[in-house]
């Protein structure tokens, strides 16, 4: 996510211009103000530079992580999640370039027993961290029927991910502003190239001009609307393109699986 329309350029270009650069709008926030947004990580696999981040995650509960379960997929992990090596979770660190915050290991990982990795429907995993951070830190999900899910709602998607749609990545934690989408309207964006909403398990926003948007790298961070985790960063056909809107795993679905696990989801 990015600052990369500057005033300047967002006044010269139209925003469909903007869009068809891949200009996955944002800016920098401070994690001091969104506490559980975390990163994922691993050095042995992705190397110093910036932590080793490759996803991001939601802090739901002190020891209690929530992320895309293809973040912790063999082709992304590198390894198979039930032996999760050097798998941290960053906290409090705004700038990955930079050694503050903590960083805590992962003590088990388990993934949505639902989880598609053929159509990415319930693409959620469970982190049980081996330290706990601060439960004040942790954001409630909003289950069905909260009002986080109405359509026009706005919401925030926050990403150490690619700034440029093609691969641009800087180190500063930054969100994006975007708006809840009906199902319906997902689900018909999507059908044009082939379909693949699964209203069950996932949730859509975007940005109605569109050029704020997730991107890879955010994958499994969180989208957060009214106060509450309404979705993790799953997929979409490019990024910041308000014909293909973002798609996130639904919190609805989070919530349900945290309570079927007797872990608190609220
Ligand atoms: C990805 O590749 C990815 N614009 C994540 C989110 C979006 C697109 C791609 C949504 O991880």
Redesign the pocket.
């Known amino acids: 996510m990015l600052s990369a329309l500057t005033a300047l350029s967002a006044a010269l270009l139209p925003a469909h211009a903007a869009a068809d650069e891949h200009i ?1 709008g944002g800016s920098p926030v401070s994690v001091s103000d969104h506490p559980w947004v975390v990163a994922l990580a691993s050095r042995d696999r992705y190397g110093e530079a910036r932590s080793g981040q490759f ?1 991001g995650g939601a802090l739901v509960g002190p020891d209690t992580v929530v992320t ?1 379960a ?1 973040c912790v997929s063999p082709e992304v992990l590198g390894r198979n999640a039930d032996d999760p090596g050097d798998l941290t979770v960053i906290a409090g660190r705004d700038d990955l370039g930079r050694d503050a915050g903590r960083e805590v290991a992962v003590r088990e990982v388990r993934i949505n027993p639902g989880y598609d990795p053929a159509t990415n429907a319930g693409d959620l995993a469970v982190l049980t961290l081996t330290e706990s951070l601060p439960a004040d830190d942790a954001i409630r999900v909003a289950g069905a029927g909260h009002p986080g899910y109405t359509p026009g709602t706005e919401a925030l998607v926050h990403g150490w ?2 700034t440029t ?1 093609s691969g641009g990545y800087e180190n500063l934690l930054r969100a994006a502003g975007v708006r809840m989408l009906a199902d319906d309207d997902c689900a018909r964006a999507y059908e044009a190239v082939g379909g693949g909403f699964d209203a069950e398990s996932m949730v859509c926003a975007a940005a109605p001009q569109g050029g704020q ?7 499994g961070g969180p989208l957060v609307a009214a106060g509450a985790l309404v979705g993790l ?9 308000p014909a ?4 996130y795993t639904r919190g609805s679905l989070i919530a349900e699986l945290l309570d079927q696990e007797g872990r608190v989801s609220d």
């Open positions: 996955v996803c895309a293809h991910g690619d749609g948007d997730a991107c890879q790298g955010d994958s960063v799953s997929w979409g056909n490019g990024c910041g393109d293909y809107p973002g798609v």
